[in-house]
């Protein structure tokens, strides 16, 4: 069965360093999320792509935080500077074209900034 | 005020009981409705999703969802242990916002044998 891919699957860092986390979605899902999720909480959307266009970035912190798709397929979420805040579950998520509320997620990479 | 609400928890039950898990939400645009469940550690994984009102049926799972009161319930027959987890509610409007789920906090089960 196929599944979205993510690395690294743990990520420790200190603060005001720079992070990168990884994403292959399933193969054929022209759209990809990035959420994050605080321990204790729901997901919420950080950014959607379909295929190499943002298509909503409204929640991402673009003074730390940029995402791209560059051939849309995979994607990188990198966040520079990391701040104590930053220390959460980053998951990705990948749907098909024709049902994009059909949300399939990766395993996440689990962040802790110290 | 969330636009998604859901009772954090936790819910203890034993293994055979019928668990009732429930989602409240404000935005009247939300048309579509889905279950996620999350074990430790793991990213969610899509158990239910049904779209506007009414009942979804699958094995020992059933969705409801009330439109006139902005009511999600997730039912699970025949409780297992393997059930425990955490179950999360979401929505979404269609449309424009095509594919933009918005979550509620989860809730956190366990089923003890």
């Known amino acids: 069965e196929a599944e979205v891919a993510q690395s690294p699957r743990y990520k420790i860092t200190e603060k005001s360093q720079a992070v990168a986390f990884w994403c292959d979605p399933i193969s054929g899902h022209a759209t990809l999320y990035w959420y994050r999720q605080i321990l204790g909480q729901g997901p919420e959307l950080l950014v959607q792509f379909q295929d190499e266009s943002v298509v909503d970035d409204s929640q991402l912190p673009k003074d730390r935080f940029s995402a791209e798709r560059l051939k849309g397929v995979d994607s990188t979420l990198k966040i520079q500077p990391a701040e104590l805040g930053d220390s959460a579950m980053y998951l990705c998520?990948?749907?098909?074209?024709?049902?994009?509320?059909?949300?399939?997620f990766g395993p996440g990479t689990r962040l802790t900034v110290l | 005020q969330k636009e998604v609400e859901q009772d954090p928890g936790p819910l203890s039950v034993p293994e055979g009981a019928i668990v009732s898990l429930n989602c409240t939400y404000s935005?009247?645009?939300?048309?579509?409705f889905m279950w996620y469940r999350q074990y430790s550690r793991k990213g969610p994984e899509l158990l239910m999703y049904?779209?506007?009102?009414g009942n979804k049926e699958d094995g020992r799972f059933t969705a409801q969802v009330d439109k006139s009161s902005k009511y999600i319930s997730l039912f699970i027959r025949d409780s297992q242990p393997s059930d425990s987890a955490t179950y999360l509610c979401?929505?979404?409007?269609?449309?424009?916002?095509?594919?933009?789920?918005?979550f509620g906090q989860g809730t956190i089960l366990t089923v003890h044998p």
């Open positions: 935005n009247s645009a939300f048309q579509y």
């Open positions: 998520a990948s749907s098909p074209q024709s049902s994009t509320d059909t949300q399939y």
């Open positions: 049904t779209y506007s009102s």
């Open positions: 979401a929505s979404s409007a269609g449309g424009t916002s095509y594919g933009k789920l918005t």
